[in-house]
Structure formats: structure tokens, C-alpha cells
């Protein structure tokens, strides 16, 4: 039986996008998201704000970090995005992140940035995804193949809104 294309985790689309940036079912390159955990601990702000590590960053810095994708074709109701998944973009953010966290009542990591607008990509503890960009703060999925998903398809995020 040969194996169906549109079976994979991902639409066709968001697929192919994933392997041109070198994303393969089975990629988990641990060192390399232990490097960034490491960078990310050991970092404090002038102030002394320190970012928060937990597992489900590392997973996803593990599968998906290093990576950057550029998609192709239109989006659905935005233009698609493209991503450099490296959370080190975030390493000067980490008062951001502990006030974002705060608000949600999760801790929140970086993920990387949106490579054309520079918003900062985040993930909270619970592996839900975010946006942080000069318009706002923005909901992009409960995990993470969603919030690639969402981005890669050009699929109009959630505004988070307090109350």
C-alpha cells in the first residue's frame, strides 16, 4: 500500500513547506534545543526578569527548532507567513513573556519570530502558541502543528483580549 500524502500531520501545503525547511516526520534534534535552554536560563535582563524553560518548548525547539520556513501560494484569509524558529529571537523578551505569562497563567518561552514582521513567536507551558507583535497579542493554536498550520496557511489568528 503506498503512503497517501494527505494522510501526513499536515495539510499538503503546510507538508511542504515544513520539508523544504528541512522538517522530516521523526526530527528531534534534543542537543540543539538543550543549547537554546540553556541560553535561555542563563540569560537575565538588566532588571533581573529570567525566562521561564519547560518541556513542552524543548519538544517543540527539538522537532521543529532551526528551521526556517517560507511558504508558497496564497494564504486564506492573510498572507502565509514565514518563520525563523529559533527562540534565541527572544532572548531580550523575557519581561515580555513573564507579563504575557502572568496574563494567561502560564509560563511562556520564545519560539522564534515571524521572519517579515519581526513578531516574536511564543509557546506557553501547556504547548498553546502565540504572537507578540507591535499591533497586539495573538492566539495562534492550542499546540503547535495548529499554530504552524495557522501561520503557514495564512489563517487569521485569535486577538487575546483581557477579560
Known sequence: MHADRTSTR??????????????????????????????????????GHRHAVFPAAVEAWAEFGGL??????PG????????????????HM??????????LDAEVCPLGE?????????????????????T????LGPDIDTALTTLVSGVEPARLTAG
Do not use: C, M, N
Open 76 to 91: 486564506r484569509q492573510l498572507a502565509p507567513v514565514a518563520l525563523d524558529l529559533d527562540p534565541l529571537h527572544g532572548l
Open 114 to 134: 515571524e521572519s517579515d514582521s519581526r513578531a516574536l513567536l511564543a509557546i506557553d507551558s501547556e504547548g498553546r502558541v502565540y504572537a507578540l507583535d507591535h
Open 10 to 47: 499536515f495539510s499538503v501545503p503546510v507538508d511542504a513547506a515544513l520539508r523544504s525547511a528541512g522538517w522530516q516526520p521523526g526530527r528531534w534534534d534534543i542537543k540543539q534545543a538543550e543549547y537554546w535552554a540553556d541560553a535561555l536560563r542563563e540569560h537575565e535582563s538588566p532588571a
Open 68 to 73: 526556517r520556513v517560507v511558504p508558497s501560494g
Open 136 to 139: 497586539g497579542d495573538w492566539y
Open 94 to 103: 523575557a519581561r515580555t513573556l513573564g507579563d504575557l505569562g502572568r496574563a
